[in-house]
């Protein structure tokens, strides 16, 4: 072995330690490559006695511990020492650069920290590729430390840490001697304009500065410098202006611009400039304009991203027939059209992403020529149609999106062919029937249907998957009791069932499913008692364990601090709640539910629970909304309550609560009256109650008093004050009405439309009472943007947590339909009805009778006047208005307007007698 030269045993499963002796008998040897096995320990000093190594390869092992100053320092002959992605951590040892000879020096990823010293590398003259990429380096470090490195030709410092700064310009206008061919700085404090030294660069075949602070415009120069250019990425900085024409350029083939500010529109030949490019992303940038047909001339071209940006058209015909491509990225623009026309022939595509756009059409059999597709996403757009049963055939598909549609029919039930599928979204169609079974999907991690009108059954075979993550079937007519079944689900982190007709106990199979974050039972007809087990589901306790969202592209809505909000990726880890509001809850709140240590939304409001608010809630150290409103609850407030530091919503009104309310310290010095009002027996500062009074108890003789007379008074008060909201209304309305058709009030529906963007209820029901009074007037004003009351009610309808604001938009979305004289413009609004009938199930959900009566007044007046607007979703509406007329358990008055719509209808029959087929 003395006379060993060249030693290689790279890639072999070898591992245990390195031992001193292993280096003792290798004084001849030049060349040793241990890369890629399994080594583990620290680097013995005896690697010193290698006097002759001149390449030595470590890299891709489990070494650890620092470099020792006595080994590597006397291999004067070392010409590469190559220890990335290893263990070694510590300060790299000054003596290092003693290494005159070494051309090739990889460190990167390692766990080397500390300084890099400025004398080590001008001393390293004959370097030609450095790589310290992802290690804990800190500090300053100057690119001018190459300025003698005649030699280098590959800098690569990748970093994730954000604590190592390059600097480049130091000192200003300094010429290099090197030319590069591969230079990275990823991720690094690279502020203000292109570094200076690469004007000076013509070889670069590879450059990535991603992920900095750069500004200025894109740097054609660079380009036209370096004709070898292949692999550009700058994406993630703050490059701003239009990108001007560029100079062809035949080598490159990866360009990479997105995250920026430019601005502009694509030149008609880009094609003739970049004719060779494989992957283009020019996403999140703020270019717009028509797309050039000549994109599909790019005959390499198997990666194109344009998302986010704003443009606008269809898409070129060419581009939907590129043989090569594989990836299609056209997300978050305005184009429009028909995307799937027969056209369409994209054999390799695998990622299809078209979502939020204005494109139309249908899910066209030509879909399956693209038979190796992974990822189909065409959410938020105008689709329509049913969804075909062919899908079951497109057996690679992972991902398939189609959210926010107008489709329409059965979910097919050969979508359980799809046995890779991950991730199925559907929600916000008007997709109907039952919901089929999806046991045979075993990889399915999310699935989301919420917001159509499926209707039955909750199948008991329906899902069997030991993956899923999210289940969320809120707001359809679902109804009966949640099968056992569901407490298989093992790994299920969000449950969602919202705004339903399910019935029954909640099962306490639920708590089985321990890793849950996010449960929501709310608006739907639950009853018995709250499972005590419920204590024991963890509720965010498992998110430092467990990421299962991050790097995912979920998205789900939750009710939190009264208001509807949306949580995805990453952010669900950190997002826990439970929802059980609006159902016909009955009993004591257990007092296990303290338990839930790591919750942070929890809403038991508008049910029927009893006895006193549990002491052990003051162990909920991290909730941040705790909403007991609307029940029968009893006692005092706990004083420990003080101690819940997060606390930002609270409400207990509407019970018959007793005592003082929680001195106005730390967050209980941000709750105002509402947060306790109707509790009869509640005193404090916010109230009109004071403490110092003589308080009845809950149990004691009614006797009159001064105190409760003020009580009647106030209630006259809050009364008088609606009274006087709605007349100021009428007086603006009466106003408004007689000089907005000359325009003499030029800003007022540009106000109203504001006003609905704010928080404030009570603002948002007097912009509808308003409109609506107004709507015979502004109709010839608002049919040319006619978007907008359309979001306007549908926001409202659907994301509004109060009933005045819904029924205000009920009413108000009502009357400006029948001011419509156009039936195109009526049928714009069609898409509302789910809406409008999801207004009534909340309401008899949560009890509320006069919101019900109100609601039901109002559709009786629309099929009366427009049963044409109806026909789409005929059936459904009727179905759920027999549901209600049969339903012993509501009130005769309730039940009487359900049958009087019935016979609305069956008067308008002269008026629409086709439409009135659909029901035979």
């Known amino acids: 072995m003395s006379h060993l030269k060249s030693l290689s045993l790279a890639g072999n499963h070898l591992n245990g330690s390195l031992q001193n002796q292993d280096f003792a008998s290798l004084s001849n040897l030049e060349i040793l490559d241990l890369s890629y096995n399994s080594f583990s320990g620290i680097l013995p000093s005896s690697i010193r006695l290698m006097s002759s190594l001149k390449s030595l390869s470590l890299a891709g092992n489990q070494l650890n511990g620092s470099l020792p100053n006595q080994g590597f320092c006397q291999l004067n002959k070392l010409q590469e020492l190559d220890l990335n992605s290893n263990f070694f951590q510590g300060i790299l040892p000054p003596c290092l650069n003693n290494l005159t000879s070494l051309r090739l020096l990889d460190l990167s990823h390692n766990l080397f920290s500390g300084n890099v010293s400025s004398s080590l590398l001008p001393s390293l003259t004959s370097l030609e590729y450095i790589d310290l990429s992802y290690n804990l380096f800190e500090g300053p470090f100057s690119f001018n430390s190459f300025a003698n490195h005649s030699n280098l030709q590959v800098v690569i410092h990748g970093s994730d840490n954000n604590k190592f700064e390059i600097e480049t310009e130091y000192p200003v206008g300094w010429v290099p001697l090197f030319q590069l061919k591969v230079l990275v700085l990823s991720n690094y404090k690279l502020i203000g304009d292109f570094p200076g030294f690469l004007r000076y660069q013509f070889r670069l075949t590879v450059v990535d500065l991603s992920h900095n602070n750069l500004t200025g415009s894109f740097p054609n120069w660079l380009l036209e410098n370096n004709t070898r250019l292949e692999y550009l990425v700058l994406r993630n900085n703050s490059l701003m202006g239009q990108l001007l024409p560029l100079r062809p350029n035949s080598r490159i083939t990866s360009l990479d611009i997105s995250d920026n500010r430019l601005v502009g529109e694509l030149q008609q030949n880009v094609a003739n400039m970049i004719p060779n490019i494989e992957h283009l992303n020019l996403s999140n940038n703020g270019f717009e304009g028509i797309l050039p047909s000549s994109i599909a001339e790019m005959s390499s071209l198997w990666s194109l991203d344009l998302s986010a940006n704003s443009f606008s058209g269809e898409v070129p015909k060419q581009l939907l027939v590129a043989k090569d491509l594989e990836f299609l990225k056209l997300s978050n623009n305005k184009f429009h059209g028909e995307i799937f026309s027969r056209d369409f022939n994209l054999t390799s595509l695998e990622f299809l992403h078209l979502d939020n756009n204005q494109f139309k059409g249908t899910l066209s059999n030509v879909i399956s020529r693209s038979s190796w597709l992974r990822v189909l996403d065409v959410s938020n757009n105008n689709m329509s149609g049913e969804i075909p049963s062919w899908i079951g055939n497109m057996t690679d598909l992972t991902t398939l999106v189609l959210g926010n549609n107008s489709f329409k029919g059965k979910l097919p039930p050969e979508i359980s062919q799809l046995q890779r599928l991950e991730f199925l979204d559907v929600s916000q169609n008007t997709l109907s029937g039952s919901l089929p079974s999806l046991k045979s999907i075993e990889y399915l991690k999310h699935l989301h249907l919420q917001g159509n009108m499926f209707t039955g059954l909750i199948p008991r075979d329906f899902l069997n998957s030991s ?62 008692s709250i499972p005590k087990c419920f204590g024991h589901i963890q509720f965010g306790d498992f998110k430092t364990e467990h990421n299962a969202h991050r790097d995912e592209v979920d998205e789900v809505e939750f009710v939190t601090k009264n208001r509807s909000n949306s949580y995805g990726g990453g952010i669900l880890d950190f997002m826990s709640g439970l929802d059980l509001s609006c159902n016909n809850l009955t009993g004591e709140i257990p007092r296990e539910l303290g338990m839930l240590s790591s919750i942070l939304a929890l809403n038991l409001s508008h049910n029927q629970l009893k006895g006193s608010v549990p002491k052990s809630f003051s162990k909920l150290s991290q909730i941040e909304s705790l909403d007991l409103s609307y029940n029968k609850l009893s006692g005092e407030i706990p004083p420990e309550f003080i101690g819940l530091n997060f606390l930002e919503v609270f409400n207990v009104a509407h019970n018959n609560i007793s005592g003082r309310v929680p001195d106005m310290k730390e967050q209980f010095g941000t709750f ?34 001064q105190e409760s007379e003020a009580k009647w008074y106030d209630i006259d008060h809050r009364k008088n004050a609606k009274s006087i909201s709605k007349k100021l209304c009428d007086t603006v309305s009466e106003l408004a009405s007689s000089i907005l058709l000359e325009n003499g009030w030029p800003n007022l529906l540009s106000f109203m439309f504001q006003c609905m963007t704010f928080d404030s209820t009570k603002l948002q029901e007097a912009v509808f009472l308003i409109f609506a009074q107004l709507a015979q007037y502004i109709e010839e004003t608002l049919v040319s943007h006619i978007k907008h009351p359309y979001s306007m009610f549908l926001q409202s309808l659907t994301s509004s947590l109060s009933s005045n604001v819904k029924i205000a938009a009920l009413s108000d979305a009502i009357n400006f339909i029948q001011c419509l004289s156009s039936s195109t413009d009526r049928d714009r609004f069609q898409d509302l009805l789910p809406a409008m009938m999801r207004t009534i199930t909340e309401a008899l959900n949560c009890g509320q009778k006069a919101t019900t009566k109100e609601a039901l007044k109002l559709l009786i007046e629309l099929v009366g006047t427009e049963p044409w607007f109806l026909r789409l979703q005929l059936v459904d509406v009727v179905g759920s208005m027999l549901q209600i007329a049969k339903a012993e358990t509501l009130e005769e008055g309730t039940r009487h307007l359900a049958v009087e719509f019935m016979i609305a209808l069956a008067e308008a029959r002269e008026r629409a007698p086709g439409m009135m087929r659909k029901l035979s």
């Open 467 to 528: 993956n899923l993550l999210t289940l969320d079937i809120r707001d359809n007519r679902l109804f009966g009791s949640i099968p056992n079944s569901i407490s298989r689900l093992l790994e299920l982190r969000i449950f969602l069932l919202r705004g339903n007709l399910l019935s029954g106990f909640i099962p306490n199979q639920l708590c089985h499913l321990t890793k849950i974050s996010l449960m929501d039972l709310s608006n739907n007809n639950f009853s018995g």
């Open 672 to 705: 105002g009256e509402s947060s306790y009002e109707d509790n009869p027996f509640l005193c404090g500062p916010m109230l009109k109650r004071k403490c110092n009074t003589s308080i009845e108890s809950p149990n004691s003789p009614s006797q009159p008093s």
